[in-house]
């Protein structure tokens, strides 16, 4: 039987829409990134910090932070229900399912903290 | 249905076409990812937090082995990036048909490795 309980939209079809919206949002964010290194060839703090100081770009920030938690946990679990099967490694497989996501789970809570904490804290 | 039918789940004995090799490098790539965004946030934490640990940071990426770790992390986001953007492509029908696929996983093969080379040279 197939168990929804541990995708991130509990079905597959909002779980295809999530990663495809964050993937947009994660795409538009590292090309903003590289080209605003790009046509800032010598990059100072200032500029840099300059750039971070702007709400919008902290918003900008943070929509990627968090959409780099759920698209990780959709890929993840889309890598982990293909490969760390029952048919691999029998009933061993939900328990290291269950361990790898939970570990990814406590990692990416920590990172989004730690995100808002260097966007909002300095 | 035939519970006798033959099956062959033997990996290792089938030659994978291009579009199956792009799909697996693109998990591959991302899974690294996963641990590669731990980098990337810790550059830019220092990058952020004061102006010392930003120019003490320019210090750790004159570093040969930070420079490779780098461009390794910059590899596996730009070739999950451009995978990411075939799979967005196929999704608006473009390049779905099994010609399709072949054409764009080799073109979009192209694509990362000149956008890697480029990552390295601009990390160099």
Do not use: C
Request: avoid cysteine; aromatic fraction near 12%.
């Amino acid at each position: 039987m197939v168990t929804a309980v541990s995708t991130l939209g509990r079905n597959g079809v909002a779980d295809w829409v999530i990663q495809r919206v964050s993937a947009l949002i994660l795409a538009a964010y590292t090309i903003f990134i590289v080209a605003f290194i790009g046509a800032n060839p010598q990059l100072d703090f200032a500029t840099w910090h300059g750039l971070f100081d702007q709400l919008w770009m902290r918003i900008f920030s943070l929509m990627t932070l968090i959409s780099m938690a759920a698209h990780g946990w959709i890929g993840l679990w889309a890598v982990l229900t293909d490969y760390v099967t029952e048919r691999m490694m029998g009933s061993k497989a939900l328990t290291l399912r269950i361990l790898v996501l939970g570990a990814y789970a406590v990692v990416t809570l920590a990172y989004l903290v730690w995100g808002f904490e260097m966007l909002w804290g300095f | 249905m035939n519970k006798k039918r033959p099956v062959n789940l033997d990996l290792w004995t089938i030659q994978f076409p291009i579009a199956a090799l792009v799909s697996i490098t693109h998990r591959v790539s991302g899974v690294v990812l996963l641990a590669g965004i731990l980098i990337l946030m810790w550059m830019l934490d220092a990058s952020l937090a004061s102006e010392e640990s930003f120019l003490e940071l320019q210090t750790i990426l004159a570093n040969p082995i930070a420079k490779f770790v780098l461009w390794a992390v910059l590899a596996a986001l730009a070739y999950h990036l451009v995978m990411g953007l075939r799979h967005l492509l196929m999704d608006l029908g473009i390049g779905e048909s099994l010609e399709g696929g072949r054409r764009g996983a080799t073109v979009a093969v192209v694509i990362a490795v000149i956008l890697i080379l480029a990552a390295g040279w601009w990390v160099w």
